[in-house]
């Protein structure tokens, strides 16, 4: 078996042209473009390369982009001033604060200043608490980009058994929620689970977001699984050279004879975050355009 690979970066792509069409629509009737502000404390090399990628995918496809950098020794008063004037400003619909945030700022206290409505990160408590009751919210973007990616892989979730290996706030947690919500059994595993390799090999649909390089070897998975690796590790390219490369949290060769589907890294998961973040601004533009 050699499994189909799930091309993110081309239904990226639909997604952001579908948005540009949500764009321009909002325009005509509303006499303005939806609004994201990113905002940036610090100067991390990934982190300039990630808000830079948001604000220029946004203006591609018609928003408003903007950039607020700020200083990597801002206090956390500055910061959330910042995001206070961001939430009052009625041209702003979505705000992004990048994480991770220096030492003196606390992530949290700033992420749950963001009124819920801009809150396109889906960090926000309430946002948080919407979607666990499966009412409507804004989702964090990366789960929703791999339940897109499921969806081209034709998954039939119900009673489908699916095993999210990792627990975090932004990953972990929302998806498996989002797989509940399609009727499928889930289980929550993580580096304590009992037997891990055997937990992975029960799932049909088995995501990995653990941060690990190639934590996930072939062997873990069942025959005709379908696989969604959320992990980016950048790794020595093995070639001598002093070069690196990026790989999942997923042995990816190993997994492809076992797979039947999977993300690949580069060019899954990834490409999809960016263009739900634009498919969430729009989302909260029209929210608050007819809400008023």
Excluded at 145 to 173: E, F, P, Q, T, Y
Excluded at 236 to 250: A, E, H, N, Y
Excluded at 269 to 283: D, S, Y
Aim: glycine letters at 10%.
């Amino acid at each position: 078996m050699s499994a189909i690979i799930l091309d993110g970066k081309s239904l990226a792509e639909s997604v952001r042209a579908e948005v540009k069409v949500g764009v321009d629509a909002f325009r005509a009737k509303h006499g303005r473009v939806p609004g994201l502000d990113v905002v940036l404390v610090g100067e991390d090399p990934a982190s300039q390369v990630y808000t830079r990628n948001k604000e220029k995918a946004s203006n591609e496809v018609g928003m408003r982009g903007r950039l607020h950098r700020l200083p990597a020794d801002s206090s956390e008063a500055s910061v959330l001033a910042l995001v206070a004037q961001l939430n009052a400003d009625p041209l702003v619909d979505g705000i992004l604060v990048q994480l991770p945030l220096p030492k003196q700022v606390n992530e949290q206290k700033i992420l749950d200043l963001i009124v819920p409505e801009k809150d396109v990160d889906g960090f926000h408590p309430i946002n948080v608490g919407l979607l666990a009751s499966g009412r409507p919210g804004l989702v964090p973007c990366t789960p929703v980009g791999c339940m897109r990616l499921l969806k081209l892989a034709g998954v039939d979730l119900k009673g489908a058994r699916a095993v999210v290996v990792g627990r975090s706030n932004i990953v972990g947690k929302p998806i498996a929620q989002l797989l509940l919500a399609e009727h499928a059994t889930v289980t929550i595993a993580h580096s304590r689970t009992r037997d891990l390799p055997a937990v992975c090999r029960e799932a049909d649909v088995l995501v990995a977001a653990v941060g690990k390089a190639e934590m996930v070897r072939g062997d873990w998975i069942k025959s005709g699984a379908v696989v969604v690796d959320v992990g980016i590790n950048r790794v020595d390219s093995g070639k001598g050279d002093g070069k690196t490369r990026l790989v999942g949290d997923v042995a990816l060769e190993e997994a492809k004879e076992r797979a039947r589907a999977i993300t690949p890294v580069p060019g899954g998961v990834g490409p999809m975050t960016i263009a739900c973040l634009l498919q969430n601004t729009l989302t909260a533009a029209t929210r608050r355009a007819t809400q008023g």
